[in-house]
Nanobody, 123 residues
Framework: VQLQASGGGLVQAGGSLRLSCAASGRTPSSYVMGWFRQAPGKEREFVAAISWNGGSTKYADSVKGRFTISRDNAKNTVYLQMTSLKPEDTAVYSC?????????????????WGQGTQVTVSS
């Protein structure tokens, strides 16, 4: 499975961005997708995750109410709509895929990772 993230960029505080992550290759019939981020000098942290059918989602407390994860299985793509962005959201955002059915929030349950896309929020 190959994952390709895109959509990052520079945005002012209060603005919005939508990240996309396209899966290709031997994608399984069902898999959990997640977004993580890593700011300079910090550990990578969980942002959001979604079940294979979109029926279950999880968010980090820091993004609840501002970020929305969704997916289009026909396109093998997962999205992260980010609104009300803050300077502390600045990070490299990476997508990941997990073959488990549990919507996990830890890195260890994810089997495949895409390259990151930079999000920079200016104050």
């Amino acid at each position: 499975v190959q994952l390709q993230a895109s959509g990052g960029g520079l945005v002012q505080a209060g603005g919005s961005l939508r990240l996309s992550c396209a899966a290709s290759g031997r994608t399984p019939s069902s898999y959990v997708m997640g977004w993580f981020r890593q700011a300079p000098g910090k550990e990578r942290e969980f942002v959001a995750a979604i079940s294979w059918n979109g029926g279950s989602t999880k968010y980090a407390d820091s993004v609840k109410g501002r970020f929305t994860i969704s997916r289009d299985n026909a396109k093998n793509t997962v999205y992260l709509q980010m609104t009300s962005l803050k300077p502390e959201d600045t990070a490299v955002y990476s997508c990941a895929a997990s073959y488990t059915i549990v919507v996990g929030t830890t890195e260890g349950v994810y089997d495949y990772w895409g390259q990151g896309t930079q999000v920079t929020v200016s104050s």
